[in-house]
């Protein structure tokens, strides 16, 4: 089983819509969740994080974590073109220092205009 | 001005030549990274740098690659024989120590 999966897509949806973008995960010692948006031909960006379960808001944007299940969210309102990108999940057992992230393959995300 | 730099944008060697991938972090930047991606797959961990010291590697991260930060700007990855599988895009990527992680835009190798 792979530490953390994420469905590829593509997905694409109207503007406008509600985007929900997930991924399990199977290594219970990850405590912290991020989001990450990548542009073609760019680095990851850091969108949001959570740590351990719960939710947060930023925005349009929603990231949910169900530790319980391994399963984590993002949502995205009222989506944009702009907001077409790859989304990676990415995952760590601790908050920053030397802590590497365990990525998910990213599902690429195109919202039509 | 983006927090980690990388030189160049593309790279394309020989099979068995060096390599030598650049990155520039701003200056509160402590703890380094690299990643790659191979295309169409996940960003994975290489190596991570910390105190001039090497914290943690991942099994891809074998004797051929070896990093360092010689004059304690530039952060380089080096690979001593480059092989086909090389090929990939490697991401630099550094924090002050807080979680987030700021990356390059990244140096696409091709080796042929």
């Known amino acids: 089983q792979k530490e953390v999966e994420q469905d590829p897509g593509p997905l694409s949806v109207p503007e406008g819509a509600i985007v929900s973008l997930n991924c399990t995960y199977s290594?219970?010692?990850?405590?912290?969740f991020m989001w990450y948006r990548q542009y073609s031909r760019k680095g990851p960006e850091l969108l949001m994080y959570?740590?351990?379960?719960g939710n947060k808001e930023d925005g349009r944007f929603t990231a949910q974590v169900d530790k319980s299940s391994k399963y984590i969210s993002l949502f995205i309102r009222d989506s944009q073109p702009s907001d077409s990108a790859t989304y990676l999940c990415?995952?760590?057992?601790?908050?920053?220092?030397?802590?590497?992230?365990?990525f998910g393959t990213g599902t690429r995300l195109t919202i039509i205009p | 001005e983006p927090e980690v730099t990388q030189t160049p944008s593309h790279q394309v060697t020989q099979m068995g030549q060096e390599v030598i991938l650049r990155c520039v972090p701003i200056?509160?930047?402590?703890?380094f990274y690299w990643y790659r991606q191979i295309l169409g797959q996940k960003v994975e961990f290489l190596v991570s740098?910390?105190?001039?010291?090497?914290?943690?590697k991942s099994e891809i991260f074998d004797d051929q690659f070896s990093v360092e930060r010689p004059d304690g700007s530039n952060f380089t990855l080096k690979i001593r024989s480059t092989k086909l599988e090389d090929s990939a895009m490697y991401f630099c990527?550094?924090?002050?120590?807080?979680?987030?992680?700021?990356f390059g835009s990244g140096t696409q190798l091709s080796v042929l």
């Open positions: 990415a995952m760590s057992r601790g908050e920053g220092g030397n802590e590497k992230l365990t």
């Open positions: 290594n219970s010692a990850f405590q912290y």
């Open positions: 959570t740590y351990s379960s």
């Open positions: 200056s509160n930047h402590l703890y």
């Open positions: 740098f910390y105190n001039n010291e090497i914290s943690e």
């Open positions: 990527a550094a924090r002050d120590g807080r979680i987030k992680l700021f």
